[in-house]
């Protein structure tokens, strides 16, 4: 979908004339007579500025439709909903955290059987899936070491066995990658992040591809409640209006930066997919238009928590802080931060070092974010001529 279409594809308000989408702050709306109304009754149900940007993501992914959530975990949550007792998802190993736990301590709880592969190898997963998966769960690229999968391969595997799979899409974004087309059946994305891209608002959206499975997430939806409320829903809307240049100029200024972490001394290892050293460059370049994210992450040669905390204290430009996408550089260190509550053993399995710092780029001068990192490196190095005496 190209900026022009994207931006077209929010409607001017036919009432007014009113450019922008107008917020709907009400909770009801009136009847003639009872059922007798506008399209709209109660607004759990549909509301009309959710009901724009249900329709606009809808389009953004190519899907049948869309739905708003008040989180991205709200948005997950709706369709582990659609599962019964002794149902069994495979999932990717590295999945975000926060659906980890939700998995982990909510839905196993429940009845629900998680099984976790490195979904990096196709065969992995068709190894894991049996008669009783019903959802083959991935992200690509996954969070923070930005590994990738081969998602039109995988969609065969989990066709084969009737589960359906679902893509949380959050790092990619429908600029760079529209897993619909490549036989996804469920799209998930923490609309927290380049959907919103301002640091702003925190919201989930589910996009379906067909009539049956919109009629389900719409009925949980609406059982659960779990909705986005119409001023969050403007915000996101007027994200969008600005999504694609926002997420191009963050690719172009990550591939800048990743290129310049390569040659420095003091790192150990870079992770972007954008780089020909990475695994699955070549899947990347494929399914991802060319455009491979605005996440990095590197870790360090002296692999310590005080050398990275020694880092990611001594930027000017990259704000220390959770969350990414925003056009407002951020980082963090992971092993204290968004991944804290992995036991340390598994968290190295995955790569995630202790050292391993993740920069979410934004939308500023190239040069003033690799002048930026620049000192942070010489303060490292500043610090290891100290110990030395
Ligand atoms: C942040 C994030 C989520 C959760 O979204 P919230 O809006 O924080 O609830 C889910 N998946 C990925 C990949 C994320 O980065």
């Given at each position: 979908m190209s900026a022009t279409k994207i931006i077209h594809s929010i409607p001017s308000d036919?009432?007014?004339?009113?450019?922008s989408v107008p917020?709907?702050?009400?909770?009801t709306f009136i009847q003639?007579?009872?059922?007798?109304?506008?399209?709209?009754?109660y607004a759990r149900s549909n509301n009309p500025t959710r009901k724009v940007l249900e329709d606009v993501v809808a389009q953004l992914e190519n899907g049948h439709s869309g739905f708003a959530f008040a989180t991205g975990l709200a948005a997950i949550d709706s369709v582990l909903k659609l599962l019964s007792v002794g149902d069994e998802i495979v999932a990717v190993?590295?999945?975000y955290g926060g659906a980890y736990r939700l998995f982990t301590h909510v839905y196993e709880k429940l009845g629900i059987k998680i099984n976790y592969v490195d979904?990096?190898?196709v065969e992995n997963i068709a190894n894991a899936?049996?008669?009783?998966?019903?959802l083959v769960w991935i992200e690509s690229?996954?969070?923070?070491?930005l590994k990738i999968s081969d998602i039109e391969a995988i969609s065969k595997v989990a066709k084969s066995v009737n589960a359906l799979l679902v893509v949380d899409n959050t790092f990619a974004s429908p600029i760079a990658q529209k897993p619909i087309d490549l036989g996804a059946d469920i799209v998930i994305h923490s609309g927290t992040k380049y959907i919103g891209g301002h640091s702003d608002l925190v919201a989930g959206l589910v996009i379906t591809n067909t009539q049956e499975l919109s009629e389900k997430i719409k009925f949980v939806q609406n059982a659960s409640g779990g909705i986005l409320g119409p001023w969050d829903c403007f915000l996101t809307i007027r994200g969008i209006e600005t999504l694609d240049i926002r997420y191009k100029k963050q690719c172009e200024n990550a591939l800048k930066v990743a290129l310049f972490l390569e040659n420095q001394?003091?790192?150990e290892k870079v992770h972007y997919p954008?780089?020909?050293?990475?695994?699955?460059h070549e899947i990347a370049k494929k399914q991802q238009n060319g455009l491979f994210g605005g996440i990095v992450s590197f870790s360090l040669k002296n692999d310590t928590q005080e050398a990275a905390v020694k880092f990611v204290t001594n930027?000017?430009?990259?704000?220390?802080?959770?969350?990414?996408?925003?056009v407002k550089s951020l980082l963090c260190h992971p092993a204290q931060?968004?991944?804290?509550?992995?036991?340390r053993e598994i968290r190295l399995n995955a790569g995630?070092?202790?050292s391993l710092i993740r920069l979410s780029c934004g939308i500023e001068d190239a040069d003033d974010l690799l002048n930026d990192l620049s000192k942070a490196f010489k303060t490292i190095e500043k610090s290891k001529e100290i110990l030395t005496y």
């Open positions: 036919p009432l007014t004339g009113a450019i917020v709907y702050q009400t909770s003639e007579a009872p059922g007798v109304n506008k399209g709209f009754d190993d590295d999945i979904a990096t190898e899936v049996s008669k009783k998966t019903k690229p996954t969070n923070p070491t001394d003091a790192v954008g780089l020909k050293t990475h695994k699955n930027t000017e430009y990259f704000k220390l802080a959770e969350s990414l996408g925003g931060m968004t991944h804290a509550s992995i036991p995630i070092n202790d």
